[in-house]
Each structure stands twice: as structure tokens, then as C-alpha cells.
């Protein structure tokens, strides 16, 4: 066995109040009565104190109490140390607690749709700690001490499960890929011209392009080169930076489309019967945070909604100088 060693040599500090007490009354009878003790319990903590320390802290005198030297060094650091401690302890108590609603969703709803609008609560609401965990894999909330679930899904995965919005998927693009690109993009068959992002994701196939081919009568189509990625977010950011056209589920690329960062060339959009389901653990039930963050959540959906759409990307697309 390792020998192992105490960081701090100190008495049992439950002793150390008392001492204080009859340190600073120079009195047994009147520490007992501030700490509502008898004057023979005192007394038997300040033995029990000495024999720990090795030192005796009182001269014990007919009708009078006096402080040894050892008792008076005692005295100055526990006062000092008893200060400190209970200001401290004052300081946390007047601080308001941080309350936290923990949550899980996949990583591209929390890179694309929650994360660039989760400032507005966080301005509203200082005092609530939202933490995202951002993953593909379904999490038990019970079990994960996890209060909310955002999932896409044929249904809610719980009876109680609310239904937040559906969405469409169409090709998505930066507007300078077509501004600069050799051939012109205006039908589908065009996209034999340029790269195709691909999400390789067991778990979304609803994001397929050869299903959105064959719904358009494009039977063995193949661009001009693949580039494959693990993450959506990651994808469509490839997208924005021009290395490809991807398939864009909106609302999650709505606002990328807004600000003219991507573009929709082609009108046609496939209608996928998933949709995004919002899910509560049964212990967050109640819990004032987490009805805040629900209403938040509800209020931005409701408000994304009643935005104007944006332009197809045709109508935007930059002319290429002649």
C-alpha cells in the first residue's frame, strides 16, 4: 500500500466555533449560551481541542478565563478563517442560481437552426444555462438526465411529442458557383455539369439524391464528381463555400437561402413525411426553465414562419459580366 499523506494538519473544526466563542467571552458559561450549549459541554470541546493540538489555549484561574499565547495565534486565524468562510458563504447564497435545460438534437438543426437564433434567449433569459448536446444518436432522456429531444422522425416518438414544423428538400447551391460555372444551371439535367455533396447518414434517408433523380425521371444520372460527407452541417457548409450543390432541407438552410448565401436554382422541391418533433423527459415537467426555453422555441418558429419566403435563386443568381 502507498503511504499516503494529509495535505492539511488540522483539528476536528467542528471544535473550532466553539473555541472561538469561548475565546472571544473569555467565558465557558456564555459561549455555551450563544452556541445554546451547556457550560460542561464547552468545557469538554476545548479539552477535546487541546489534546488534538497538544497545547493548552486556556489559563484556567478562579473566576477567570485568560488566553495562553497558543490560545490568542488560535484565536486570530480561526476569527480570520470563520470571516472569510461566512462572507463567502453570504456572497453565494445572494447569487442567483443558474438553472440549466439540457438538450439534445442532431448537429445540423443545432449548427443550422438553433444556434444562430439561441442568443435571443439567452439575452431574455441570463439566468438559464442551455446545454446542447448535438449528436445523430438517439439518446435515452430518462437515463441521459436530459430535459428535451429535438428529433426528425416519421412520427413523434412519443405520444406526448409535439410536431414543431415539416420542410421541403431541393437543391441548394452558392450563388457564385453558377455565377462562375462553364455550363448553366436552369434544369436538373444541368447538374451533370457540377459536384454533388452527399451525406453519407444511415440514419437519413430521407436525404437521398437518387430518390429526388428518379422522382424527376433522371434514371442513372451521374455528375460531374461526388464529394461525401459524415455531418449535414458540415455539407452545407461546403455548399456555401461553392464546392458543390447539395440537397437543402428547409427550414434548416431557409436563412442561408435568405441572406444569399445559397440559392435554389430549380422550382422543384420534394416534400420529405418526416418532420421535426419536439420531445420532453418527465422530468422536466413543471420546471419553470424548460417551459421558458419551449416558449421561446415555439414563439421563433412561429415568427420564422410568418417571414416572407426568399427568392427563387434564378432571380438572384449574379450576371456574369459579358
Known amino acids: 500500500m502507498g503511504i499516503h499523506y494529509r495535505r492539511y494538519h488540522l483539528p476536528p473544526l467542528d471544535l473550532l466555533p466553539t473555541f472561538e466563542a469561548a475565546a472571544r467571552h473569555l467565558s465557558f458559561t456564555k459561549a455555551g449560551a450563544e452556541l445554546f450549549l451547556t457550560q460542561s459541554a464547552v468545557s469538554?470541546?476545548?479539552?477535546?481541542?487541546?489534546?488534538?493540538?497538544?497545547?493548552?489555549?486556556?489559563?484556567?484561574?478562579?473566576?477567570?478565563?485568560?488566553?495562553?499565547?497558543?490560545?490568542?495565534?488560535l484565536l486570530r486565524s480561526t476569527q480570520e478563517a470563520l470571516q472569510r468562510l461566512d462572507a463567502s458563504l453570504r456572497a453565494l447564497r445572494s447569487t442567483p442560481e443558474l438553472r440549466a435545460v439540457t438538450l439534445t438534437t442532431t448537429p445540423g438543426f443545432a449548427s443550422l437552426w438553433l444556434i444562430p437564433k439561441q442568443l435571443r434567449f439567452t439575452n431574455a433569459h441570463p439566468g438559464i444555462d442551455v446545454r446542447t448536446s448535438a449528436t445523430n444518436q438517439v439518446i435515452d432522456l430518462a437515463r441521459g438526465g436530459v430535459d428535451l429531444a429535438i428529433r426528425y422522425c416519421l412520427q413523434s416518438p412519443r405520444p406526448a411529442g409535439q410536431r414543431l414544423f415539416g420542410g421541403k428538400v431541393a437543391p441548394v447551391c452558392s450563388p457564385r458557383l453558377i455565377a462562375e460555372a462553364a455550363h448553366p444551371l436552369v434544369e436538373p439535367q444541368d447538374l451533370a455539369h457540377f459536384a454533388v455533396l452527399y451525406l453519407d447518414d444511415p440514419h437519413a434517408g430521407w436525404f437521398d439524391w437518387n430518390l429526388w433523380f428518379h422522382a424527376l425521371g433522371l434514371r442513372d444520372f451521374r455528375p460531374l464528381r461526388r464529394l461525401h460527407f459524415s455531418h449535414y452541417d458540415q455539407m452545407i457548409q461546403a455548399a456555401v463555400n461553392g464546392q458543390g450543390i447539395a440537397l437543402g432541407l428547409d427550414p434548416l438552410v431557409r436563412d442561408l437561402v435568405r441572406e444569399g448565401k445559397l440559392v435554389a436554382p430549380f422550382r422543384k422541391a420534394s416534400v420529405p413525411s418526416r418532420a421535426w418533433y419536439l420531445v420532453r423527459s418527465p422530468a422536466a415537467a413543471g420546471r419553470a426553465e424548460v417551459d421558458a426555453f419551449v416558449a421561446w422555441l415555439l414563439a421563433e418558429i412561429k415568427a420564422e414562419s410568418a417571414r416572407p419566403a426568399a427568392r427563387r435563386g434564378r432571380d438572384r443568381r449574379p450576371r456574369r459580366a459579358s
Open 44 to 73: 469538554r470541546q476545548i479539552q477535546a481541542l487541546e489534546a488534538a493540538l497538544g497545547m493548552r489555549l486556556f489559563e484556567r484561574r478562579t473566576r477567570a478565563l485568560l488566553l495562553t499565547e497558543a490560545g490568542q495565534v
